[in-house]
Structure formats: structure tokens, C-alpha cells
């Protein structure tokens, strides 16, 4: 055998190291709505980054689509402005030169036959000027009440269909639907122009570095996958809590509210993460048949009134200023019954699960921006400690810190220092920017990214959205026949009756 027959080539496996970064092929991205404040604040500032990282294909081009009388150069210097005041990354003038060039902006509305005839032949002039190849993906940035107008215009105008060997995709921001009713509606004029593989529903929350390490936490460590189970797990917690108000939403979120807004999607894709089993591999497939093994087990409480609750903030403090109620927000009917807090008690009736509850809440205008999953364990059966000796000592808790201090941090006791048996609780803290020296990207870069890459693995797909719908409806239903939301002060906690009702079954809130 000679050292050839030996020898390895530590190239040969390069397109499956997952170390190495991953860069979109020729391609291009469309932007209805792109004067709105998503793509100014988020969307833009992302296809930036992405470029400054050496991410995207020298050819990349974005384009525009508004109701702005803007030629071209107009466009830029909006994108330019957007960067400049929201971008993640250093502003290199070479990276801006290179990515200007590809920009170009339509003006029209959206049932503009001529602005999408323009939109075709700037595609067109793109592919051959800019090399994208044929490939687009169109990001729907706009109200949920557009999403079957534009779609159906790119069908008519033949934008939906891709040339032989390239791709066409559609990007669409939530809320996907108001309920099941309207969520398989939504999802059925989609699935007409585009097919299901190539429509990207963005939940930015699944975007998030600590969202993504919940699998890596479970499934690459032996330490807590034997424990994450009914057996040792008292209850789950899962917060999205805000400390801003509504601000210029209203037309927005009046007439919505928070569950629709927050545990439809966010909350439930967290839980759907946090007590899947784990998959065969990490693919959008099999990441999805175990976050809708999930969904589909997901039971609500017998009594609505005793296991959900809403809220609606009144005036208070919030960070050493007075701030006035919900229905003194500019554009709220002064009669609205929105909730700007919801709390409910679910349970995930499979083996690994049963009689564990998981509580999720969510609300504006709370005691602090914070979004966390705390899986509280039991405390030991058998303690040969005086009551005395533990009197401080709670559950043992495991949290993942989604933000804004991203994170893990895992409670237990421990002997306080001297000659007494005295137990308290403590913690250990991993922070990731302590941890790493590469920053977390923003989410909308990695989703951007995959949404260029084909990689579906964090978007949920349209059987995950009416699995959530068919959990939520119910709730909304029960609301909406009894009574008003309960008032809390801002910059508290929610409402008393979400404190009581864990303490009905004996437990508390956290208070991150």
C-alpha cells in the first residue's frame, strides 16, 4: 500500500463542514413595502450585513417596491440612511459601492398592472446586468390584508414562475391569519402561486441564537436530555415580557392583542422546541414532523376561567416615568377590549410530558424587557435537611435567556459558607458574550440568509401555523364572551389574576 492509498484530503468534505459559513448563491430580493419601518430597521440593515460579512453573491440585487414617486438613486439613499443608523457591522464604502449598484425601486400600489410589468422587466435587466440568475425571492413587508393581492399579481404577471433551473420565493412576515379560519384561507392562495417548499413564513424570534441553541442544549449534551422529562420537571415557564407600549401601532394591534400577536407564533414555536422529541436529523423536514407531533398534543385546560387570563395596562411608572393606559394610546377606541397581556395553562398530553403544565405569558408594557424559557424541576423527594436549613432554597431551575442577555443560567442549592447546614439558592451562567468572541448575528441576517439558501429549517411551515390557530381559537372564543380585560398598572407584572391563577396549582411566577 503506498501513502497515497492513506492519505486523506482534509478538503474533500468541505461542502458538509458546518463550520465554514454558508453563501447565498446568484440571486436577488424584493421588497413590498420598503418604506415601512421592518425594512428600515431590520431588512435592510440585514442584506448590509450580510454583504459586509462576505455572505452574499457580488451580484446581489435588491429592489424596492412602494407607492414613492423615488427613481433609483432616490432608493439608495434611503437604504444608505438605514445602514448608516441601523447596521451591525462597521460601514465599509466598498461593500456600500458594491451592493448600490444592484439596487433598483418600482413605484406603484399594489394592483399596479404596469408597476408589476416594470417589476418583470427589472428582473430581467437584472439577470442579465447582475448575473442573479433568475432567482428572487419577494418579501411581503406589508399588511396581512395585502398578502393575497401581490401574490396573485405575481402569478398574472408570471414573477411566480421560475425560469427552468433557478428559483422564485415568497417571504411573508406574520400575523399568518387571525384564526384557523382565516390561517388555511391565507395559506390556500399562497400555496396557488407558490409552492410550499418555496414559502418562507419569518417568526424573527426563531432567528435568535438562543432559540437555536435550545437544540444544541437538549440533544448534544448527555447532562440534560435524561432529565427533561414529566419525571424530573416540576412545570415550564415560558416569557415574552415588553416595557414599551404600544407606540404607533394601534392600527395594528387594536383589535388583535397579544396572544394573537405573540403565543400563536413566538410562544408556541418555543414551546413546540422546548418538548419535541428529538428528530432524526436537523433538516426542515424533521424538524417539522416533531414541532407538529407537539402542536398536535397540545391540550388547554377544561376551565378557560380558571387557566387563561387577559389583561389590559392602565397608567403607571415605566423607568422612573409616568406613562398613560392602553385606551388612552393614540387611535384605541376608548371602549376596546384588546388584550396587551394574555396568560395561559397548556399541556402536552404525550408520554414524556403528561401532567407537566407549561405556562406562557406574554404582555407590554411589564416590569422589563425580557424573553425566557425556565424548565423548574422538582424538588427531591427525601431531605434529610431541618426546614430550617433550606427555608431559601427553591426549585432548581434551568433558564434560557432569549434575550436581551442571551444565555443560560441553571439554579440550585448550595451550602452557604460557615458552620451551619445552611442551603440556599445559587447559579451558574453562561452568557454568550462572554463565552465567544464572534457576536450573534441579527436574526433577519441568518433568516434572510436561509430564505437565499432554501434553508427552511426555522420557518414554520402552514401545517405548524393552523395547529397554533386551532390551540388559540378557543381561548379568543372564550374571551371574547366574558367580560373586559383585567387592568394591571404599567411596569408591573400583569394582572393579579395571572399570580392566582398559578397559585391555584400551588406555584408562582418567575420574576426574570
Known amino acids: 500500500m503506498t501513502d497515497s492509498d492513506t492519505w486523506t484530503n482534509p478538503l474533500r468534505d468541505t461542502a458538509n463542514d458546518r463550520r465554514l459559513p454558508r453563501i447565498a448563491g446568484p440571486s436577488g430580493l424584493v421588497i413590498f413595502g420598503?418604506?415601512?419601518?421592518?425594512?428600515?430597521?431590520?431588512?435592510?440593515?440585514?442584506?448590509?450585513?450580510?454583504?459586509?460579512?462576505?455572505?452574499?453573491?457580488?451580484?446581489?440585487?435588491?429592489?424596492?417596491?412602494?407607492?414613492?414617486?423615488?427613481?433609483?438613486?432616490?432608493?439608495?439613499?434611503v437604504v444608505h440612511d438605514a445602514v448608516r443608523e441601523h447596521a451591525r457591522t462597521p460601514f465599509r464604502e466598498e461593500v456600500w459601492q458594491q451592493l448600490a449598484e444592484g439596487m433598483r425601486f418600482i413605484p406603484g400600489q399594489f394592483d399596479d398592472d404596469e408597476a408589476f410589468k416594470r417589476l418583470?422587466?427589472?428582473?430581467?435587466?437584472?439577470?442579465?446586468?447582475?448575473?442573479?440568475?433568475?432567482?428572487?425571492?419577494?418579501?411581503?413587508?406589508?399588511?396581512?390584508?395585502?398578502?393575497?393581492?401581490?401574490?396573485?399579481?405575481?402569478?398574472?404577471?408570471?414573477?411566480?414562475?421560475?425560469?427552468?433551473?433557478?428559483?422564485?420565493?415568497?417571504?411573508?412576515?406574520?400575523?399568518?391569519?387571525?384564526?384557523?379560519?382565516?390561517?388555511?384561507?391565507?395559506?390556500?392562495?399562497?400555496?396557488?402561486?407558490?409552492?410550499?417548499?418555496?414559502?418562507?413564513?419569518?417568526?424573527h424570534y426563531l432567528g435568535k441564537e438562543t432559540v437555536q441553541n435550545i437544540l444544541a442544549l437538549r440533544f448534544a449534551n448527555t447532562l440534560f436530555e435524561p432529565i427533561w422529562n414529566r419525571g424530573y420537571v416540576d412545570h415550564v415557564q415560558i416569557t415574552m415580557a415588553e416595557d414599551i407600549g404600544i407606540g404607533g401601532r394601534a392600527g395594528y394591534y387594536d383589535g388583535i392583542g397579544s396572544a394573537r400577536d405573540v403565543?400563536?407564533?413566538?410562544?408556541?414555536?418555543?414551546?413546540?422546541?422546548?418538548?419535541?422529541?428529538?428528530?432524526?436529523?436537523?433538516?426542515?423536514?424533521a424538524l417539522m414532523a416533531e414541532k407538529l407531533k407537539v402542536l398536535k398534543a397540545v391540550k388547554l385546560p377544561d376551565d378557560l376561567e380558571r387557566h387563561t387570563v387577559r389583561g389590559q395596562y392602565t397608567a403607571g411608572w415605566q423607568g422612573g416615568e409616568k406613562v398613560g393606559g392602553y385606551l388612552e394610546e393614540e387611535g384605541i377606541d376608548p371602549q376596546s377590549r384588546t388584550d396587551t397581556y394574555a396568560a395561559v395553562r397548556l399541556e402536552v398530553d404525550n408520554r414524556r410530558w403528561a401532567g407537566v403544565p407549561f405556562y406562557l405569558r406574554t404582555g407590554k408594557r411589564l416590569g422589563r424587557r425580557v424573553t425566557e424559557i425556565a424548565v423548574v424541576f422538582q424538588r427531591a423527594p427525601h431531605s434529610p435537611f431541618d426546614t430550617t436549613d433550606t427555608q431559601e432554597l427553591g426549585h432548581n431551575a434551568l433558564v434560557i435567556r432569549?434575550?436581551?442577555?442571551?444565555?443560560?443560567?441553571?439554579?440550585?442549592?448550595?451550602?452557604?459558607?460557615?458552620?451551619?447546614?445552611?442551603?440556599?439558592?445559587?447559579?451558574?451562567?453562561?452568557?454568550?458574550?462572554?463565552?465567544?468572541?464572534?457576536?450573534s448575528p441579527e436574526a433577519y441576517e441568518r433568516l434572510l440568509l436561509d430564505v437565499l439558501l432554501g434553508d427552511a429549517n426555522l420557518f414554520p411551515r402552514h401545517q405548524?401555523?393552523?395547529?397554533?390557530?386551532?390551540?388559540?381559537?378557543?381561548?379568543?372564543?372564550?374571551?371574547?364572551?366574558?367580560?373586559?380585560?383585567?387592568?394591571?398598572?404599567?411596569?408591573?407584572?400583569?394582572?393579579?389574576?395571572?399570580?392566582?391563577?398559578?397559585?391555584?396549582?400551588?406555584?408562582?411566577w418567575r420574576r426574570p
Do not use: C
Open 263 to 285: 403565543i400563536q407564533n413566538h410562544l408556541l414555536q418555543l414551546l413546540a422546541l422546548t418538548a419535541m422529541e428529538e428528530p432524526a436529523d436537523f433538516d426542515a423536514d
Open 402 to 439: 432569549v434575550q436581551p442577555d442571551e444565555g443560560v443560567t441553571v439554579r440550585f442549592g448550595s451550602k452557604v459558607p460557615g458552620t451551619q447546614m445552611e442551603i440556599r439558592d445559587v447559579t451558574m451562567d453562561f452568557a454568550y458574550g462572554e463565552s465567544f468572541t464572534e457576536s
Open 120 to 203: 418583470g422587466e427589472t428582473i430581467a435587466e437584472l439577470d442579465t446586468a447582475r448575473g442573479t440568475g433568475g432567482n428572487f425571492a419577494f418579501y411581503l413587508s406589508v399588511p396581512p390584508k395585502f398578502f393575497p393581492q401581490v401574490v396573485r399579481q405575481l402569478k398574472r404577471h408570471g414573477l411566480a414562475d421560475a425560469p427552468a433551473g433557478s428559483w422564485r420565493r415568497a417571504v411573508i412576515e406574520k400575523p399568518f391569519g387571525r384564526d384557523l379560519a382565516t390561517a388555511e384561507e391565507l395559506n390556500a392562495v399562497v400555496h396557488e402561486v407558490f409552492p410550499p417548499r418555496e414559502v418562507f413564513r419569518i417568526d
Open 34 to 77: 420598503v418604506t415601512g419601518d421592518l425594512s428600515r430597521k431590520k431588512l435592510m440593515p440585514a442584506v448590509y450585513d450580510l454583504a459586509n460579512r462576505g455572505l452574499l453573491p457580488p451580484g446581489f440585487s435588491l429592489v424596492g417596491f412602494a407607492r414613492r414617486d423615488w427613481e433609483d438613486e432616490d432608493f439608495a439613499q
Open 464 to 508: 405548524e401555523v393552523e395547529e397554533s390557530w386551532r390551540i388559540l381559537d378557543p381561548v379568543e372564543e372564550f374571551w371574547d364572551t366574558h367580560g373586559r380585560p383585567a387592568p394591571y398598572p404599567a411596569g408591573t407584572w400583569g394582572p393579579d389574576e395571572a399570580d392566582e391563577m398559578l397559585a391555584r396549582d400551588g406555584r408562582t
